[in-house]
């Protein structure tokens, strides 16, 4: 049986093995030779590259996949594996009436119409295929799924599925798919090698990688097709900030996504966008000031799941959110506009002890509630802020202790009916009197990239002008959320388009 990981260079096929090898002696004398021409070479065996591997397999396709990892599987390792779909066989099996265009129409709606058409359709139209693939072939969701979504904008219908094993669970399908095609040495992986850059003829067509094993030997993977999908660049954290404009304070990412393949494609011609419509996700408490880092704990925002006893305000003290507002993405939109993209939660002794639990485990890191009571008591833990007046507190949280004073006040007289609220906030269960005060600092975190790859409507890599580069195609998280779902964060929306559009290259666009 081939092997899935390793911790050194990988080559599952003893005669391809040999070609390459041949290759990598020469390339100490920098004479590096050209291996055989696949029909498809696949740069990165994640979520995108697995499926696109299987598939193009299925159609009798000779495949060579390059991964950098000494293992596959690329962010399916992390992920927790929610996928949205519609028309799938098991939302019919529950009766839930669904299809491609209201998944389609949803996006759009919830990205106020940023998200790129012909992507999204090209998504929507492909998820339920994947999807019935995976449950056909031993993906099991949780029972009672699939749902609307709760951590992001909810969906019109219930579309949004996943397993308790997250991203492992599929996974495990596309290994067991994709070993008859190793076994009957139709598909090569190349592990623990790097894709650097790639081959162009004359004319500018995209014939080849040049791919480095991990004893620095480079070789010349030659392809009739080449298919990037390699990720985003979220463990790039300049890269983040050049394309995306916007702070990155967490690194909960795959260390090889770095964003080569945007770097590959650019240098050949292709380009970016999608970047302009970065949107972070809300809640993150920070474990220290060094860019990027770890999550500590999460504040439980979301009003449907937890109304809000506090006030949220920026760094001049001011409220900025209607915070019963019924919106993950309006908690998100607004936090996008602060600058550094952080927030103050701030409430007093009588919310604290009465409201129920505001702060959580961290994204893979548990939080229980004495682990907040000594956050505050220490008095030195990052972003937890406790103090006997407001002004105080303002001091060290390092908010604009008038300006604060000014809202708190307002909020009180809202709260009390002497005023309205001008923000609209009907949910205002107690005033913010009763001292101690507390504040706690609130960061943005990502974890998926928003500029991608420019293709067109085949997934073929594009110039600035429209033209494509022939032989050069792109799927995953390379082509950027700021295509696939505009300015938003919309539920699976990473995942499923990953698979789909990997399993549409293999089954139908790359040609041998
Ligand atoms: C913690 C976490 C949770 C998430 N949860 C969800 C979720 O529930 N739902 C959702 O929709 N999205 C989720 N996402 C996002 C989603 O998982 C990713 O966007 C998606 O898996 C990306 O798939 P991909 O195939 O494009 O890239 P990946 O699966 O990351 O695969 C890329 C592969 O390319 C390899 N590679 C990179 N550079 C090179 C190179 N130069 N040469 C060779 N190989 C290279 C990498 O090693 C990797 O194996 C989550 C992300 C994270 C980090």
Known sequence: MAKFSTGKRAFLKGSVAAGLLAGAARAADGKTTDSKTYDVVIVGAGNSGLPAAIFAAQRGLSVM???????????????????????????????????????YDDIMRISKGTADPVLLKLATDNAAPVFDWL??????????????????EPYS????????????????????????????????????????????????????????????????????????TSGGYMFNPEMFEEMEKAPLHTNITYPYCYGAGLTMAVAVGGYVRGGENHTPLFGAILVDADRPTQMRATARHFPGDR??????????????????????????????????????MVYDAEIKAKAPRLIGGG???????????????????P????????????????????????TVAA???????????????????????????????????????????AVDGELCVI?????????????????????MMGNAVCGGMSVTPALSLGRLLGNSILKA
């Not at 066989?89 to 009436?97: N, R």
């Not at 006893?309 to 001011?318: F, L, M, N, Q, R």
């Not at 600035?464 to 580069?469: E, V, W, Y």
Request: aromatic share 8%; glycine share 10%.
């Open 411 to 453: 909020y009180n007289d809202a709260q009390s009916g002497k005023t309205k609220d001008p923000l609209g906030r009907e949910f205002m269960p107690l005033p913010i009197a009763k001292g101690p005060f507390y504040a706690v600092q609130i960061n943005s975190w990502a974890l998926t990239s928003y500029a991608g790859v």
């Open 157 to 228: 219908r219930a579309r949004y599925a996943w397993a308790k094993e997250g991203g492992r669970a599929i996974l495990k399908v596309l290994e067991e798919q994709l070993q008859p095609h190793l076994d009957s040495g139709l598909v090569t992986l190349m592990l623990a090698s790097e894709a650097k850059e790639l081959i162009t003829n004359g004319d500018g067509d995209v014939i080849g990688v040049v791919a480095e094993d991990d004893d620095k030997v480079s070789h010349r993977v030659m392809g009739k097709n080449v298919v990037l």
């Open 463 to 483: 110039r600035q002008d429209g033209s494509p580069i022939k032989g050069l195609y792109a799927a995953g998280e390379l082509l950027g959320m700021g295509q």
């Open 307 to 344: 109304p809000p006893w506090e006030i949220i305000v920026d760094a001049s003290g001011k409220r900025y959110l209607r915070e019963d507002i019924l919106s993950h993405d309006a908690y998100e939109q607004s936090l996008a506009k602060q600058p550094d993209e952080k927030c103050w």
């Open 65 to 103: 996949v390059i991964e950098a990892a000494g293992q596959i599987g690329g962010t399916l390792h992390l992920s927790s594996g929610q996928m949205s779909a519609a028309g799938t066989k098991l939302q019919k099996t529950k009766g839930i009436d669904d299809a491609p265009q209201i998944h």
């Open 363 to 381: 994204f893979g890191s548990p939080w229980t509630p004495e682990d907040t009571e000594e956050a505050f008591e220490n008095g030195d833990v």
């Open 135 to 152: 449950t056909e072939h031993g993906l099991t969701v949780y029972p009672q799924h699939p749902v609307t979504g709760t951590t992001h």
């Open 383 to 406: 972003y937890f802020y406790k103090a006997d007046s407001l002004a105080e507190l303002a001091n060290l949280a390092g908010v604009d202790a008038k300006g604060l004073a000014e």
